[in-house]
């Protein structure tokens, strides 16, 4: 009998996990989730705060940081595939925490002398302030989302190596993570600015980031370290054999894998361009790199076999089911107060975590892709109750009220209508609503409260089957993407999850009373079953009949073929 290795006790085991890359990846994504939660929470206010309690600075600032992600997503995720993966997170982590540090920092200095820089060059140097909080603001939010790639997309795959049991059950705990810190860092600055002023609560977010760093900065390197296989990336390699490889690789057998069959297209990019290289290396040549690799990201994001798959999840970002602040202002007019509301996004977030937990019993049970179509399932027919809401008694719901009636008086500059007093800052500015909708006297009481209910019922139900959906294709992604193009097929995901985003504001933008609000959630309906059926044609072609027999588990999506890539770009 062999005594040479005893067991482990208890507390090895204990002291194991806490010393696991597995665990350091959780402590770093808790501390970065944490303070990004709270300055994205936290700069929103302080806008508003700054410019007279006008939501101007608000949609500026959100308008440009959904157009950058939306216009650069790519090129930050070909900048993730193209450089060692250690550097690429510590100069994100770095550059992310500086920007919040400076921007801190600025706006402690204007909430501290705003009268004196309004006086300044007839409050020019106050309006350059403001530009420069927005544009520090958005290459913050830049380096996160680069951070967001290589950590939850790229370092979360390598650590949980080949077992796809593992890489879900890290899924499920990043997502847990991300459910508790994104109801537990804004209440936790808020309180801090409510007892003590906007200028602490500046100072309080600097001084975290400053600490966070340095932790985050150290855990890194630890994961890092730990985990061997993160040193080696497949796009990390000479130009020379690059050439070689890509080479044999250009006829494709119809029975290979997306591994065999797809080629990296920044690769393929290179190839082709290889022969006028020494001709075009000039200022215009390298002025237009940035809309080559632009070009080539969505296109190689267009011939992945997950592509419908990815397409289904952006759908889903057009909507106005959310707690956000569209529906927290609809709530308002509907006669719920902040309080029931708090309580409404508690449940929410228990949901989404009941979600999380229900992908990993599924996926073992069912299969990765079945999880999806029973995710999706289930997100819809809750959302049904969306629907219902919308007839049900107590529903403002009018077609005779023109959904672009408060558009119309704002553009000509009369008094809006009776009918239409809810104007747009009243739909979006959420919960500071009560404030600026009109006064309680002149609203009619509401008559029942079952269209409200049956809303909020329909969408917290929805978050069990979204974040299971959510987590579903996160993982296709991860697991069918080469890995030398894992960065900027997620960076062009991202961009399609904002350009969806952005459409459900315009949409609002366009009806924003709320007489129109069920349009809006028929159209939101619409756009998430449209999602899921893009999911279901991705499923079927994926595993056939199949599909409907969750009794046996299902292959990878290697069986799917792959189209092949454009040898130019």
């Known amino acids: 009998m062999d005594t040479s290795s005893p067991k482990k006790t208890c507390c090895d085991s204990i002291t194991d996990f806490f010393t696991s890359a597995k665990f350091l990846i959780y402590m770093g994504h808790a501390l970065s989730t944490w303070g990004d939660r709270m300055w994205n929470f936290a700069v929103a206010v302080f806008l508003v ?43 994100s982590l770095l550059v992310q925490n500086s920007c919040v540090i400076l921007c801190g920092i600025l706006l402690m200095v204007v909430f501290q002398f705003k009268e004196q820089l309004v006086e300044l060059y007839n409050g020019w140097i106050l309006t ?19 951070t967001s790639i290589t950590i939850q997309r790229d370092w979360v795959v390598v650590v949980a190596g080949q077992d796809s049991s593992s890489l879900a059950d890290m899924n499920a705990t990043v997502r847990i993570i991300d459910q508790l810190t994104n109801i537990l860092a804004p209440m936790l600055v808020g309180q801090i600015m409510a007892f003590g002023s906007h200028f602490v609560g500046c100072g309080f977010i600097s001084g975290w980031n400053l600490c966070s760093m340095c932790l985050e900065y150290a855990l890194l390197w630890k994961v890092y370290q730990k985990t061997p296989a993160l040193a080696t990336k497949s796009g990390q390699k000479e130009p020379q054999q690059e050439l070689k490889q890509l080479g044999p690789q250009k006829d494709v057998e119809d029975g290979q894998s997306p591994e065999e069959s797809s080629q990296p297209l920044m690769n393929e990019a290179t190839v082709a361009t290889k022969p006028d290289s020494t ?17 080539a990201g969505w296109v190689a994001y267009y011939n992945q076999n997950i592509f419908f798959a990815g397409m289904s999840l952006a759908f889903l970002y057009m909507t106005v089911l959310g707690f956000d602040c569209i529906t927290t202002g609809y709530a308002y007019t ?20 009941c979600g999380t937990v229900a992908f990993t019993w599924v996926r073992k049970k069912c299969g990765l892709i079945r999880t999806g179509f029973i995710s999706g399932m289930a997100q819809l027919a809750c959302l049904m109750l969306c629907v219902v809401s919308v007839f049900a008694p107590g529903s403002p719901f009018d077609l005779s009220v023109s959904p672009f009636q408060d558009l119309y008086t704002h553009l000509i500059g009369e008094k809006a209508l009776p009918e239409a007093e809810h104007s747009l800052p009243s739909v979006l500015i959420g919960v500071n609503a009560t404030t600026t909708a009109a006064p309680a006297e002149e609203m009619p009481p509401l008559q029942s409260y079952m269209s409200v209910s049956l809303l909020f019922a329909g969408v917290i139900a929805a978050r069990v089957g979204l974040w299971s959906f959510d987590l579903t294709v996160t993982q296709l992604i991860q697991e069918n993407v080469i890995e030398s193009e894992r960065g900027v097929i997620n960076g062009v995901q991202n961009s399609m999850n904002y350009l969806l985003d952005l459409l459900h504001f315009i949409m609002v933008i366009l009806a924003p009373n709320p007489e129109a609000f069920g349009l809006l959630v028929i159209i939101s309906v619409s756009f998430v079953a449209m999602g899921h059926i893009m999911y279901f044609g991705f499923a079927f072609k994926s595993l056939g009949s199949r599909l409907f027999l969750c009794c046996s588990p299902e292959q990878k999506v290697e069986t799917v073929e792959s189209p ?4 130019t770009v």
Do not use: F, H
């Open 564 to 567: 092949s890539l454009p040898t």
């Open 279 to 295: 001709k075009q290396r000039g200022c215009c040549y390298q002025a237009t790199e940035p809309l080559r690799t632009l070009k």
């Open 128 to 146: 350059t302030c403001y530009i420069l909080v927005i544009t520090i603001a958005n290459i913050a939010n830049l380096a996160s989302t680069a």
């Open 334 to 353: 509907q006669g719920l107060n902040g309080s029931i509301l708090s309580l409404l996004m508690g449940a929410s977030a228990v949901s989404g975590i």
């Open 49 to 91: 705060e700054l410019y007279g309690n006008s939501l101007l600075l608000t949609a500026v600032y959100g308008l440009v940081v959904a157009g950058s992600v939306l216009l650069l997503g790519a090129i930050i995720g070909d900048w993730v595939d193209r450089n060692p993966r250690l550097k690429v997170a510590q100069t």
